[in-house]
Each structure stands twice: as structure tokens, then as C-alpha cells.
Nanobody, 126 residues
Framework: QVQLVESGGGLVQAGGSLRLSCEAS????????MSWFRQAPGKEREFVAA????????YYLDSVKGRFTISRDSAKNTVYLQMNSLKPEDTAVYYC???????????????????WGQGTQVTVSS
């Protein structure tokens, strides 16, 4: 049984930082691309960041480039999202997702991701 368990969300003031973690179990972590998506109230789920299975290539939503960093630790089967200089518009539920190397859809689309976490709330106050 595959599980993705997020943690690290919370309430932070604008300009602050948070680090999200997503621990994966039940899958061969090294063969999965890992991503973070987010969904704000009344909005569609949007791509935030992705990291290839090898850990060598990363992708970011334009509005988070330079502020967010995605990384992975294969020894811990965990992917991280370091979020700095947070803004109120970053407020959302953040989801971890994984997809196998066989997936052909663009990384930035939710379609094609096989497994999702339950989400963790991030709230940035102004």
C-alpha cells in the first residue's frame, strides 16, 4: 500500500519560512518523480515544484522561483519543499504527489500522477 504523508505546514507571517516534508512508503522511491501541488480556496489545483527521480533536475512555478526549493533524500524516502519569503498568495493546501517514469504527461499537470498525499495547510498572514 502506497502512502505519501505530508508534514510541516502551519501559520507564518509574510516573509517567513516553512519546510514541508513528504515521506513515501510502499513504492520504490528512486523510480518516481516527485512533485508538490497546491490548492487555494475556490481555485484549481496548481503545480508548484517537481524533482526528477534522479534528483538531478527540478522545475518550478514561475511565481515561486528563487523562493522555493525542492529536494529529495533517497535514504529517507522523503521529498522536501523549502519555502522562503512567503507571501499571503502562497496560502493553500499543499499536496505531495508521485508518478512513475512511465508517465508521459508534462510534470506540471496533475493528470498522470499516481499517488497523492492528504495535504498540509499553509497559511501566510500579511
Amino acid at each position: 500500500q502506497v502512502q505519501l504523508v505530508e508534514s510541516g505546514g502551519g501559520l507564518v507571517q509574510a516573509g517567513g519560512s516553512l519546510r514541508l516534508s513528504c515521506e513515501a512508503s510502499g513504492l520504490t522511491f528512486s523510480t518516481y518523480d516527485m512533485s508538490w501541488f497546491r490548492q487555494a480556496p475556490g481555485k484549481e489545483r496548481e503545480f508548484v515544484a517537481a524533482i526528477r527521480s534522479s534528483g538531478g533536475t527540478t522545475y518550478y512555478l514561475d511565481s515561486v522561483k528563487g523562493r522555493f526549493t525542492i529536494s529529495r533524500d533517497s535514504a529517507k524516502n522523503t521529498v522536501y519543499l523549502q519555502m522562503n519569503s512567503l507571501k499571503p498568495e502562497d496560502t493553500a493546501v499543499y499536496y505531495c504527489a508521485s508518478r512513475s517514469l512511465a508517465a508521459v504527461a508534462p510534470l506540471q499537470t496533475a493528470y498522470g500522477y499516481e499517488y497523492w498525499g492528504q495535504g498540509t495547510q499553509v497559511t501566510v498572514s500579511s
